[in-house]
């Protein structure tokens, strides 16, 4: 049982970042918290083998449950997770273009989304799957099941990856703030066909995006070393000190940094020694 990241095969891993698997059985489901998921430069394909769980949106009120494949797009708002007591997640977290390649659906109409994905694949298909990885909890026969449905999907797609797609990647793994014209340049787009582009492709504005990808190395560096202050933190994150961090948190999070970091210290995780990390 546990939190636990898995990287794809060679032949997918232009198109999938990394596989979350999340596996708890709680005997007392007294005391557990909810998962306060903030956002995250992240599209996801989510399966529920098991129990599934309960979305709460904190800004909107959106509340979502009982869905057993979930296909969501960026997040701008923290959401409330609520977990079963036989918890089994696999999640497919899609390299930024990945889920615009799989389904052709234009990344803004899916952001701050929770969609059931068999409004989107086969529920056939999913089903299947479903029942699969409700049988087991060895991850790398998991990953199998998961990746024949991928490469199916993705056999059938006619969007190609574009240089944008790979920036993009690039964005990722870097704290240093990337400018719009170079970023354009790059991608092999005017400054408006990149804007539109991206939005096309990754939901949101470029300029938010690193702001949300600021805030994940961040959120992350902290769960992986929590005695590490926030000012180093900031500094090393690519912020120009503790209070521009502070005001990335207060917008994406309503909180502090260290009112949301105990806030997540409450994570169902959190029972089992475990901190979202990778």
């Not at 959190?270 to 901190?275: E, T, Y």
């Amino acid at each position: 049982m546990g939190l636990y990241f898995f990287p794809p095969s060679v032949a997918l891993s232009d198109i999938i970042r990394t596989y979350r698997v999340v596996n708890f059985k709680f005997t007392d489901m007294n005391g557990i918290q909810a998962k306060p998921y903030p956002p995250r430069p992240e599209h996801c394909l989510s399966f529920y083998p098991r129990d599934t769980e309960t979305v709460r949106y904190i800004n909107s009120g959106k509340t979502f449950s009982k869905l057993r494949t979930v296909l969501f797009g960026q997040q701008s708002e923290v959401s409330n997770r609520y977990v079963g007591k036989d918890f089994l997640l696999f999640q497919i977290v899609f390299r930024p273009g990945g889920l615009y390649r799989l389904t052709g659906i234009p990344s803004h109409q899916i952001t701050n989304a929770y969609i059931d994905a068999e409004t989107v694949f086969p529920a056939t298909e999913l089903r299947e799957i479903n029942e699969k990885l409700a049988e087991s909890d060895n991850a790398h026969y998991m990953i199998t099941c998961v990746e024949a449905f991928l490469k199916r999907r993705i056999s059938r797609s006619k969007i190609d990856i574009h240089a944008l797609d790979k920036v993009c990647n690039l964005m990722l793994s870097t704290e240093k703030k990337l400018s719009l014209d170079w970023l354009a340049h790059e991608s092999c787009l005017s400054v408006r066909q990149y804007e539109r582009k991206f939005m096309e492709r990754m939901g949101v504005s470029p300029k938010y995006y690193q702001k949300i990808i600021r805030f994940e190395h961040a959120f992350r560096m902290k769960n992986q070393f929590p005695k590490l202050d926030w000012l180093s933190i900031a500094l090393q994150c690519g912020y120009y000190d503790y209070q521009h961090l502070v005001k990335d948190y207060k917008t994406l999070t309503q909180q502090s940094p260290n009112e949301f970091h105990f806030i997540d210290l409450s994570s169902p995780e959190r029972a089992f020694g475990d901190a979202d990390t990778y």
